[in-house]
């Protein structure tokens, strides 16, 4: 096997259950590797099968979820269930940079993380094969529940469709923070979605991907459907071709569709992101992209490589002037609150609560990370 | 016997660093005369096999070659068979290092044509050491310690073959041209000073004389023509593409970020970074640090590349110490920059020397396959005991004044930080920094470099704290290996001495 810190898992009947392991980590955890795979063995029954691992340094959950996977699959029984991990979502924090990590690419998972993005997004859709999709799940179901990125929003994109609402119910009870939802067209597919996190008892909070027409035309009934709605993302790999348009330079072709979501969005007061970009070499095109999504009134572009997420950054920090601005109301309001005032004003504006939210919010997004 | 570290060895006993008083002269080479030299300076014989019968190769006898043609040395695998050919046994090789293109060998070492092998084993050749192939103990030294041994006489060559990229009839020879250039020929100078005998193969011989020569004639016995010394395409490295792996790239930019906040990166600095994927991006951060500094450096030595020729030409650094030539840009500059200076072991990193570039530098920045919790490393063994790495430089810049180990915290479920090391390749108290991708840790011994990042907003954390977050992820501490098989190996340290042995693993 090829891969790197994965582990490959195949089921078979056999005449003598139990397993065949090898490992390149014989040395140091083949007895803990053992022990693991006989006690999952017996967590699904001891059924009289064979398991033959192949194992290329997965880190313990991984190896977990490849056993799952196969396990599942082959008994035909749904994944196991594991406690849920409930998380209260934070609708105001930084969406500068969403970092997207292939749901069955585990190499990755474990530090994603450090690279600093405001949100990180492990993929169940078009990153991941058909054949894989069932997988992916299992492994990002347990990645979730093993793997803490401290100052990210935890974010799935689960897949459109009746197979995105089995992504949801199986991992969104680990203490996912946000579901990015592909293809989003009519605020019925929202509708949907809501009613199942609201029967899981879940706060998760949702975030429209509008990559179609159809979608671009009904971003402010999208942007309105739910109050668990905190952004919508617009993402144009496709739109050029389904409008017949031809991809340009300029980008003049999707000016349209970025302009209708950014005003959609601040209608109904959700923040606009915009698409992925695609390079990951060029950091200085990365910033200048950033920095143009910034100028049409974006708050924060996709990431497909830790790479962009410092450039990005650095193109999404507010100004001094604005930093300055934010500064006075945030240190006016939080004075005048100490000092039992209620009406507060700053440079003779009035400054209520959202005033103040957005204030904190610019002053956070010129830390530059 | 238990050395100063608490590993057994057989002999020598490695006592602290610094610890071992010198004393004697060095080894000398045998007196010759030019009298027994062709008077017309032609030194030429038809092939490698009469060369190496004019020579008095008998069984036994000890035979260097050099690396300079990295994975595309054809030379070795020459000159083995036509020892082959003339019945010769249980020669010793003593090659400056291995590459997995020296797997051809192997057959030659299962009949005992070779004996043993002294130097870095890696690829297929050192898991055929690894598991107990060789009939003798491999002795593993770095760069500098290889010099230091044929100087002051641990190893005698008896015949040293150096592939010469150009050379003339007399033997003068350089590595800057030629179908084969691989840059410079510095790992063959000792052999060239202290090899009784030395055989120079080219395939691009030119006129008398060849200049400018970075080996003179005047050392070499014998010139033979052949095809092909190596094969361009691998003689050239693979590596010194920018690593696409955020991972590296990360632990890359920690090590950067320390150097600039500790004031280690400064007008006038040096620094020493290899070819390897977080060396080449470590120079790659702080070449873009010192441009937004308007910082120059005095000199860079690497592995170089075409970034330190870059550096070089646009003015970031006055001079190139060049040990090795990685690529066509290093190998054009050597050639054309007066700047770009080759050096060998003996200037770069001899122990036993008045001095030596290492301990001039201001900054290295290495790798390791694991550290423990007192900053010592290993760089040899993988965690299952195997042989991975030749020791090459790594042992001599250890020496610089400040040392950063840049590595990740784990790799593919293996923790780098260890309880105890698998094999014992480096003193910490000269390693003064690990830079990973979880964060920097500082030797407490440096309270200056500590000092100078106080209030910094470097994430610094202290090695234990670095060992907990990668063994929660991989499963807990690994569980402690037991080899008990035969020694396969000796690591010897810079002085001569031995930090620890090498154990035979099952296949």
């Known amino acids: 096997m090829n891969v790197r810190a994965d582990a490959w898992v195949a089921v078979t009947d056999a005449p003598r259950a139990g397993f065949s392991l090898t490992t390149s980590v014989e040395a140091i955890y083949g007895a803990s590797l053992r022990r693991q795979i006989t006690s999952t063995l017996a967590a699904f029954g001891n059924p009289g099968v064979h398991l033959e691992i192949h194992d290329s340094g997965a880190l313990p959950f991984v190896v977990e979820a490849r056993m799952e996977a196969a396990l599942c699959a082959f008994l035909c029984v749904p994944l196991p269930e594991l406690p849920a991990s409930r998380r209260r979502p934070d609708r105001h924090r930084l969406r500068r940079t969403r970092l997207y990590v292939p749901g069955n690419g585990p190499k990755q998972f474990a530090n994603a993380g450090l690279y600093g993005p405001d949100g990180l997004i492990l993929d169940l859709e078009d990153s991941v094969s058909p054949d894989a999709k069932w997988a992916a799940r299992a492994l990002v179901r347990r990645a979730f529940a093993t793997l803490e990125w401290p100052g990210c929003e935890r974010i799935i994109r689960i897949n459109d469709g009746p197979e995105g609402l089995e992504d949801l119910a199986a991992i969104a009870p680990q203490g996912i923070e946000a579901v990015l939802v592909p293809k989003v067209e009519e605020p019925e597919t929202i509708l949907s979605i809501a009613a199942l996190l609201d029967s899981l008892e879940l706060e998760t909070l949702l975030i429209p991907l509008l990559e179609t027409p159809l979608g671009i035309q009904n971003a402010y009934a999208i942007a309105k459907s739910s109050p668990r709605i905190v952004a919508l993302a617009i993402g144009l790999e496709d739109y050029a071709t389904e409008i017949r348009a031809e991809r340009s330079e300029s980008g003049n072709e999707t000016a349209f569709a970025h302009g209708q979501l950014v005003n959609a969005a601040r209608a109904a007061q959700v923040s606009p992101l915009a698409s992925v970009f695609p390079n990951i070499d060029d950091r200085d095109a990365v910033f200048r992209y950033a920095r143009r999504m910034r100028g049409l009134g974006f708050d924060g572009i996709g990431c497909i490589h830790p790479r962009q997420v410092r450039a990005a950054h650095a193109a999404l920090a507010p100004s001094m002037d604005e930093l300055e601005r934010a500064r006075l109301i945030v240190e006016g309001y939080e004075a005048a609150i100490a000092e039992g005032r209620g009406a507060v004003s700053v440079e003779g504006r009035m400054v209520d609560v959202p005033v103040y939210e957005r204030a904190r919010h610019v002053l956070a997004q010129g830390e530059i990370r | ?507």
């Open chain 2, 1 to 507: 016997m238990i050395n100063a570290v608490g590993r057994e060895v057989p002999h020598h006993p490695f006592a602290g660093v610094g610890a071992k008083l010198v004393s004697g002269r060095q080894a000398s080479p045998p007196i010759r005369s030019c009298e027994d030299y062709p008077g017309d300076g032609n030194k030429r014989v038809p092939d490698l096999m009469t060369a190496l019968k004019n020579a008095g190769l008998r069984d036994g006898m000890v035979i260097s070659t050099h690396h300079h043609l990295r994975n595309g040395d054809y030379l070795a695998a020459k000159l083995f068979a036509a020892a082959d050919a003339l019945g010769v046994r249980d020669l010793v090789w003593f090659p400056s290092a291995v590459f997995p293109c020296h797997a051809e060998l192997i057959p030659y070492l299962e009949r005992g044509v070779i004996h043993h092998i002294e130097g870095s084993l890696n690829g297929p050749v050192g898991d055929f050491a690894s598991e107990g192939g060789m009939k003798g103990i491999a002795v593993l030294r770095s760069h500098g310690g290889r010099y230091r041994a044929m100087q002051d006489g641990d190893v005698r060559v008896d015949i040293a073959v150096i592939a010469a990229p150009t050379a003339d009839p007399f033997g003068n020879m350089r590595g800057t041209t030629g179908p084969s250039a691989c840059g410079g020929l510095g790992f063959a100078v000792a052999d060239a000073q202290y090899a009784d005998h030395v055989i120079a193969v080219t395939d691009n011989l030119v006129r008398f004389p060849c200049a400018p020569w970075q080996i003179q004639g005047n050392y070499i016995d014998q010139v033979v023509v052949v095809d092909r010394i190596g094969d361009p395409s691998k003689i050239l490295s693979g590596t010194t593409e920018l690593t696409r792996s955020p991972e590296r790239l990360l632990v890359a930019e920690h090590a950067a970020r320390f150097v600039a906040a500790s004031g280690v990166l400064r007008e006038g600095w040096s620094f020493q970074a290899g070819a390897g994927g977080i060396s080449l991006a470590f120079t790659l951060f702080v070449r873009d640090l010192m441009r937004e500094r308007g910082v120059r450096a005095r000199f860079v030595r690497g592995g170089s590349t075409r970034y330190l020729v870059e550096m070089l030409e646009t003015g970031l650094t006055d001079f190139i110490l060049d040990g090795q030539t990685f690529d066509l840009d290093g190998i054009r500059s050597m050639r054309e920059n007066a700047n770009h200076i080759m050096t060998s072991p003996f200037n770069s990193y001899n122990y036993h020397g008045k001095g030596n570039l290492a301990s001039l530098l201001d900054c290295a920045v290495l790798g390791a396959t694991e550290v423990d919790l007192e900053f010592n490393a290993n760089v040899v063994t993988h965690s299952d005991g195997r042989m991975l790495h030749g020791i090459g430089g790594w042992q001599d810049a250890l020496f610089s004044r400040c040392t950063i180990l840049a590595v990740p915290t784990f790799r593919n479920r293996v923790p780098i930080v260890r309880e105890r090391l698998t094999t014992f390749c480096g003193p910490g108290t000269l390693v003064d920094v690990i830079a990973t991708e979880r964060g920097i840790a500082i030797n407490p011994r440096r309270t200056d470099l500590l000092a100078a990042v106080a209030g910094s907003d470097l994430p610094l954390k202290s090695l234990e704290e670095l060992k907990a977050e990668a063994e929660a992820l991989c499963g807990g501490p690994p569980e402690s290996l037991e080899l008990s098989g035969p020694v396969i190996g000796h690591v010897t340290w810079v002085d001569g001495t031995l930090l620890d042995v090498v154990r035979q693993v099952t296949a």
